[in-house]
């Protein structure tokens, strides 16, 4: 039987031994992860053979090979949080109550007033992260005259009461009389602020919104790497009669790689991500006996028999073929 191949894998990949990935815990054999959007994927098989070689024009007259390797590379259309993780070995922290994210934010908007005692009250989208910390600041905001900034930044209150929710949206002040969040150089005036703000389109304002749910953080440390799996790869091997049967690739000790690339760009094809994992030998879980860098199963389907009608019905038998 001769086949062909033309037809893109779907992989799992399931835990060698209890592993914790971000906040979640995998026991021994359980899937891990799934690829079911993947563009390519393909096994390669290498060796190294080094030669006796002697006489007349050093001709080669024995090779030996060793040193045998296989990889399984694959390149997906599209990454999870948890595929990034692995292929990082990085961490995955989910925001909480107890541990929050800040999310950047920045916003222009021609939504402010100056009210008469010189107070600047702009309203956000979002509520802006405003703690009392006078050694840092969390937000800035610039004027704007023609979409271009005219002062150095302000900086805006600060503290339990900084933001005010009125109508959906958050108001935060910048205030002539709050010394601490004011322009670094020195205070302005009520006369100064209003006249500023009197002349500007728009302002931008620079800020971090809080996150204690709906959120996630990759974190990519010095010290940690892609982790070892078990791989099953399915796909569909097709005969010489135009039959497809169920085939199935099998690295029992794959170690990813924890090399990655993030490509971004405004033209041309999206960008994919790159998985590349390096075969050890191992038992596969249902042979013991011997270890093995990697397996390959075919299994026959009825197009792939050369079955024939026995009797008026067919035989029972047969129908496990016409399984798949």
């Known amino acids: 039987m001769k086949f062909g191949v033309r ?3 779907d992989v799992v990949l399931k835990a060698k031994a209890a592993t914790k990935i971000g906040n979640r815990v995998f026991y021994k054999n359980e899937p891990v992860i799934y690829f079911d959007s993947l563009k390519t994927s393909s096994m390669e098989g290498a060796a190294t053979t080094v030669y006796a070689q002697g006489g007349r024009g050093n001709s080669r007259l024995i090779a030996w090979e060793g040193e045998r390797t296989v990889t399984f590379s694959m390149e997906d259309a599209l990454i999870s ?3 990034f993780m692995i ?4 961490g995955l922290i989910d925001a909480s109550a107890s541990k929050p994210l800040y999310q950047h934010a920045a916003e222009t908007t021609d939504d402010f007033s100056v009210g008469a005692n ?9 509520k802006p992260y405003l703690p ?3 050694k840092e600041n969390f937000a800035y905001v610039m004027a704007l005259k023609d979409g271009e900034p005219i002062t150095e930044p302000f900086i805006p209150a600060h503290g339990d009461n900084a933001v005010e929710e009125v109508d959906g949206k958050f108001e935060i002040t910048i205030s002539p009389e709050h010394e601490d969040y004011v322009l670094g150089s020195g205070t302005y005036t009520a006369e100064e602020l209003a006249d500023i703000f009197g002349k500007v389109d728009a302002v931008l304002v620079d800020y971090y919104v809080e996150k204690t749910e709906g959120a996630r953080q990759i974190e990519i440390t010095a010290e940690k790497f892609g982790g070892n799996y078990y791989l099953e790869a399915s796909t569909l091997f097709r005969d010489t009669n135009g039959v497809d049967m169920p085939a199935e690739f099998i690295i029992p000790n794959c170690k990813i790689q924890s090399n990655f690339t993030f490509t971004m760009a405004s033209s041309g094809d999206p960008s994919t991500f790159n998985f590349v994992m390096d075969a050890f030998p191992d038992y596969t879980r249902f042979d013991k006996s011997h270890k093995v860098l990697a397996a390959i199963q075919m299994v026959d389907t009825a197009g792939t028999l050369d079955l024939h009608r026995t009797a008026t019905v067919h035989a029972a038998s047969d129908d496990a073929y016409f399984e798949n």
């Open 118 to 126: 010189g107070v600047v009250t702009i309203r956000l989208e979002k």
């Open 132 to 134: 009392a910390d006078g």
């Open 87 to 90: 292929l990082s070995g990085a």
């Open 81 to 83: 949080p948890e595929g």
């Open 7 to 9: 037809e893109i894998c």
